[in-house]
């Protein structure tokens, strides 16, 4: 009788310090930052136009565990992005736009005079005309589409083609996508088509460079507040009927694409390429 009543004792102890345990560490798992060691790394990033964006987020992260940043930007956005990359160590900045191919040779021309090589390219570049970011898809004009595709996903070739030779063995191709590319969401509609064509080319510069060990992968992100979102009309609720339908019962923040770009750029990804990686928290799995 006595024993039994101490082996109670004793597994409700145990209980309790595994519970005081279990919270925390996942306690210790919210504050978690990850490390890895890119020190001798270089990346060149598209797609920085405010602090809320993924590229920026990317570019810092990328930066914090030593590796060295080069950032391509629109001409518009150099303000916001030259007072950004004071956070950055010795960065490299200059204007780049997915629509001028002169622009685009120029840039790697000047990467190839401060880099020699380097190791990762992140795109993190979309455009369409807000008219088209509502009602209906098939009000799309000519002009309209060609230019988001250009922008959005014509892109990563172009910048694919101006670069690859400069890239060492091992490196790392990053694009930013939406599930809006393989489900229809309302008002998305271009960009979803894009999107499409944005992960097809990832398949395909996976097959193009993969002899030469680069990987290429794409991240398909949940919706974050930024200004590229802010031009796709019911933003707002994009954002709370994620939240609501996400397996993990929330949305997703820069961070969370740019610890997964880290990791893609790291060798712990080394044998990952061609593929689509979602990180928006469950929402693309979940049936009902
Ligand atoms: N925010 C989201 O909810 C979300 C979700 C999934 C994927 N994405 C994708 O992430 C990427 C980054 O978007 P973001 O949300 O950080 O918004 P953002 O507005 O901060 O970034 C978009 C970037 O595209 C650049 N850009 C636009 N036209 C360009 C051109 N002609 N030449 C060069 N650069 C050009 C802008 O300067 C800007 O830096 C995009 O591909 C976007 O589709 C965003």
């Avoid at 008219?131 to 589409?145: A, M, P, S, T």
């Avoid at 230019?147 to 910048?159: G, P």
């Amino acid at each position: 009788m006595m024993s039994k009543m101490m082996n109670k004792v004793k597994k409700w102890a145990y209980d309790k310090q595994f519970y005081k345990e279990a919270e925390k560490r996942r306690e210790e798992g919210k504050k978690m930052d990850v490390g890895f060691d890119l020190k001798g790394k270089k990346a060149v990033v598209f797609g920085i136009a405010s602090e809320k964006s993924i590229g920026w987020a990317i570019a810092k992260t990328l930066n914090d565990n030593g590796c060295k940043i080069a950032v391509g930007y629109q001409e518009r956005a150099g303000d916001y992005v030259k007072e950004l990359a004071k956070e950055l160590d010795d960065p490299v900045l200059e204007v780049c736009d997915m629509m001028n191919d002169e622009l685009i040779e120029s840039f790697f021309k000047r990467i190839e005079k401060e880099f020699g090589k380097f190791d990762y390219l992140i795109h993190s570049v979309a455009f369409a005309k807000k008219d088209f970011l509502q009602g209906k898809f098939y009000e799309v004009n000519r002009k309209g589409y060609n230019t988001a595709q250009e922008v959005s996903a014509f892109s990563l070739a172009a910048i694919v083609k101006a670069s690859n030779h400069l890239m060492n063995e091992e490196g790392s191709i990053i694009a930013m996508t939406y599930l809006g590319s393989v489900m229809a969401m309302p008002n998305y509609n271009v960009m979803g088509v894009c999107k499409a064509a944005l992960e097809s080319s990832v398949r395909y510069v996976a097959m193009d460079l993969g002899e030469r060990g680069i990987r290429v992968n794409g991240i398909s992100a949940g919706p974050i507040a930024t200004l590229a979102a802010s031009g796709i009309s019911g933003f707002s609720e994009m954002l709370s009927h994620a939240e609501e339908k996400a397996l993990l019962k929330r949305n997703i923040e820069q961070k969370d694409v740019a610890n997964l770009a880290l990791f893609l750029c790291s060798d712990l990804s080394r044998n990952i390429t061609g593929q689509i990686l979602y990180v928006d928290a469950g929402y693309c799995v979940n049936g009902m």
